[in-house]
């Protein structure tokens, strides 16, 4: 039985059409080629290489670049306009609140990041927690102690906690601790993924029953 719902929050809460995340993606990879001294088109190369080992741009950074201002990097990568784009989202609103259990956030994103879209979604006061990289000292899904630490702060089990993510090797993270993920899919890319897979956050009834 699910008794707490943990979501993702870029292209899960929001559509992936809206372009935000992308525009995220190029300002980082930007600020992280300029830091490194290389074009974008090495950064992203070599950022591609070091995925398997850290799931995030800044943590790759720091752990291998040497790189220490956080601060920084989240304001190049998160200026305060970027989420002007988005409109609110009432349907949502209704459909999260009439879910029949809590609900909190897992980003791999800063605070003021999920604030703003927050709110420009009107979505205030929904979620119970929201567990952003500084919470979690800077590491990233899909490490395992980072969803483990949000259930603890959740007093909740991977199996009675439904993570929902957009990325497949989130949601992969998460089944291998025991827990139950679903994989939003809204372009219905990954066809042959092994897990549960949702178009619509609608879906979500399915597991809650
Ligand atoms: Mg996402």
């Known amino acids: 039985m699910i008794q707490y719902l ?3 929050l870029d292209n ?5 059409r809206f372009g935000l995340e992308e525009k995220v993606t190029q300002r980082v990879m930007q600020y992280a080629a300029d ?18 080992r850290y799931g995030t741009t800044l943590e790759w950074l720091m752990a291998e670049k040497g790189f220490t201002d956080i601060e920084d990097y989240y304001r190049a990568g998160h200026p305060e306009d970027e989420a002007d784009a988005l409109p609110a989202d009432p349907e949502l609103r209704n459909f999260l609140e009439a879910l029949p259990c809590p609900k ?7 605070r003021e990041h999920v604030d703003r879209i927050l709110g420009r979604l009107g979505l205030e006061n ?24 949000a259930l603890g ?14 990325y497949p090797r989130h949601v992969n993270g998460y089944i291998a601790i025991g827990g139950r993920g679903v994989l939003l899919d809204e372009f ?5 993924y092994p897990y549960p897979r949702i178009r619509k956050l609608e879906e979500l009834v399915n597991f809650l029953q």
């Open 6 to 8: 943990l979501f993702d």
């Open 12 to 16: 899960v809460l929001y559509s992936a």
């Open 35 to 52: 830091y490194l001294r290389l074009s974008t088109e090495e950064t992203v190369i070599l950022r591609k290489e070091g995925e398997t």
């Open 104 to 110: 909190a956030i897992l980003t791999n994103s800063n």
């Open 126 to 149: 929904i979620f119970t927690h929201i567990f952003d990289m500084r919470w979690n000292s800077f590491k990233g899904k899909p490490r395992p102690e980072v969803f483990q630490r």
């Open 153 to 166: 702060a959740l007093g909740t089990k991977p199996d009675n906690t439904l993570f929902i993510d957009d």
């Open 188 to 192: 219905d890319v990954h066809k042959n």
